[in-house]
């Protein structure tokens, strides 16, 4: 038996989301199907993240076992081959240790949120990022955003559906830059909350609009209510980035 990382970029529009549904598609039901036809193995996956329906992925990482004698190359090409036409990628395979894991061996993820800032609708990028019309101030949005950093009670920025035991996580990165009419948020942590991310992003678009206030931010964030939450940005514009693992 073989454990062998994966590195996965994929389009999240087609599907329900990362994680296998009895009810349509996933990016984790693609690919364990993919494998199963190149290896004959029931193939499981498992990955450093669990992204939401319509949500995209530039690197997320995965494991799997194949009993089958097969080197990385040719596990790969065959995975690929298999997923077509689904809009994902495996840009990387690597045998590791058997006792490596995606997620519980994980100590670092980030994610990217694409907001374009612009009144014309969007063509190319539909679908991949959120079109703002409404101009948007990013310094103040990132000045405000520092609030966040750090160790906290994310309970207001946390779905109702959040399985997390603790709501209380540290923040390391949450950097706002503007790139001509794009606005880019980069957010690092250990982990993060169902829906973190795109919480903190609509609220900081309001401070943005001009709508709050840094103190506002940190008011809904000392509230540690979810009704206090402003705004939750679409699942467009977000991209998991990176998952980080010991040298």
């Known amino acids: 038996m073989t454990r062998f990382r994966l590195t996965i ?30 290896t004959g193995e029931n193939i499981i996956l498992h990955a450093a993240g669990r992204t939401d329906a319509g949500v995209h992925a530039e690197g997320m990482s995965a494991h799997l076992d194949v009993a089958k004698a097969m080197t990385a190359f040719r596990l790969m090409e065959g995975i690929n081959a298999k997923l077509r036409p689904y809009p994902v990628a495996i840009l990387d395979c690597i045998p590791v240790a058997d006792d490596w894991h995606a997620r519980f061996s994980c100590i670092g993820r980030r994610y990217l949120y694409r907001i374009v800032n612009r009144r014309a ?37 946390r779905s109702i ?8 996580k540290t923040l390391d990165v ?7 009419e794009e606005i880019e948020i980069a957010a690092s942590a250990r982990s993060f909350l ?15 609009r001009g709508q709050w206030s840094a103190a506002d931010l940190k008011a809904a964030l000392d509230a540690k209510d979810r009704t206090a939450l402003g705004f939750n940005a679409p699942p467009d514009g977000l991209y998991f980035v990176e998952a980080r693992y010991p040298a």
């Open 194 to 208: 169902h829906h973190q991310v795109r919480s903190m992003v609509g609220c900081l678009m309001m401070v943005g």
């Open 121 to 157: 609708p969007l063509a190319l990028d539909r679908g991949r990022a959120w079109r703002v019309p409404h101009t948007l101030d990013s310094d103040a949005m990132h000045e405000a955003a520092q609030v966040l950093v750090g160790h906290h009670d994310f309970t207001t920025f």
């Open 9 to 38: 970029e994929y389009d999240g529009r087609p599907f329900m989301g990362w994680q296998r549904q009895p009810h349509g598609p996933s990016v984790q039901a693609a690919i364990e199907d993919a494998g199963k036809a190149i």
């Open 161 to 168: 559906h959040c399985q997390s035991a603790s709501a209380v």
């Open 174 to 180: 949450l950097d706002v830059r503007r790139f001509g």
